[in-house]
């Protein structure tokens, strides 16, 4: 697993985040925006002067000393970005290729590789059936080999625990608010199947002072219905046989997955948050890439030959 991470700093040139672009829901209309640059840090307060930006008044200097003060800042050096991934036990699930959370893997050491390469700083957070844990960002390739460590230990976890306790989205994102600075970047890389009641208020509240983009692992059988034949899967509790020559399963699996769908569109896409899907059978570097560089045409994409393979 670590070297499969490293490898993807190969590909990190031919990234670039800070051009992202970001789209409202699609019921709002597509307008560009770009990513936030890096933020910016106080420096100081001085005396107000003709054409300073009433903006950036320093009120309590002002109160203070009775003068007009204004506050002065400087361009932040490094901007955190904050990988946030699924570890769920959903997460380690694939019938092609690979599992998604290898997928889930490769996606966040590319982007962590692309962060520090721009001079950003790396976090990462884990939420899944171990609990909710972060390593808080650090730059350069220390802070990369500090979130590649993380995540091989997140999947050490999963295999020595018996538990199949689910931790939501909300979760996560209600700590990493408690964290995070303005200006940040926070990449989610999940299967967006376990979300919480409260992910979408915390996605609106996270935007209001940072960058946020979804990235939706997902495999070929979660995006069709699979020919009639029997099936060995394992649920949350036990081992069982599906069995999609019935026309009731047949109808259950489909009713779920539109279900799925709808819940994306109202707690992801509704929040403004661009989502990226990339499949475990997909040429990754190039759906990621391709949907980076046009998250609403690569979600809608998606959405539709999800929706013909259903009809």
């Known amino acids: ?8 700093r190969h590909h990190a040139r031919q990234f670039n985040l800070t051009s992202i672009k970001k789209a409202s ?10 990513f936030r640059g890096r933020g ?6 001085r005396v107000y002067q ?11 200097v002002t109160a203070r000393t009775g003068d007009a003060h204004t506050k002065l800042f400087q361009e932040e050096r490094e901007r955190p970005t904050y990988l946030v991934i699924d570890t769920n036990a959903g997460m380690h699930f694939g019938t ?3 599992f998604k959370s290898v997928l889930a893997s490769k996606v966040a050491s590319l982007i962590g590789w692309t962060s520090i390469l721009q001079g950003d ?5 884990t939420y899944g059936i171990n609990g909710v844990h972060i390593i808080k960002a650090t730059a350069g390739k220390r802070g990369m080999m500090a979130m590649m460590s993380h995540l091989i230990k997140a999947s050490d976890r999963h295999k020595q625990t018996n538990t199949q306790q689910h931790h939501y989205l909300d979760e ?13 970047l926070v990449v989610v890389v999940s299967d967006f199947y376990a979300l919480g009641s409260d992910a979408k208020r915390h996605l609106l509240q996270l935007r209001k002072h940072n960058d946020v983009l979804g990235v939706k692992v997902t495999d070929p059988f979660e995006n069709q219905v699979p020919k009639p034949a029997l099936y060995g899967v394992q649920t949350t509790n036990r081992a069982r046989v599906l069995d999609t020559q019935q026309n009731r399963t047949v109808k259950k699996m489909q009713s779920k997955q539109r279900q799925h769908l709808n819940s994306l569109k109202e707690n992801i896409i509704k929040a403004g948050v661009p989502l990226i899907p990339i499949q475990t059978d997909q040429a990754w570097v190039n759906a990621l890439k391709n949907g980076l560089s046009n998250p609403p045409q690569a979600y809608s994409t998606w959405v539709s030959q999800y929706a013909e393979a259903l009809s």
């Open 40 to 45: 910016m840090d106080y420096l100081e307060s």
């Open 121 to 125: 700083r790396i976090g990462v957070m």
């Open 25 to 34: 829901s699609a019921i709002s209309g597509l307008h560009d925006s770009r």
């Open 1 to 8: 697993m670590a070297k499969t991470m490293v490898a993807t």
């Open 172 to 184: 996560a994102l209600k700590q990493l608010r408690t964290i995070i600075r303005p200006g940040s």
């Open 96 to 98: 092609r290729n690979q």
């Open 50 to 60: 003709a054409g300073d930006d009433i903006r950036n008044m320093d009120w309590r």
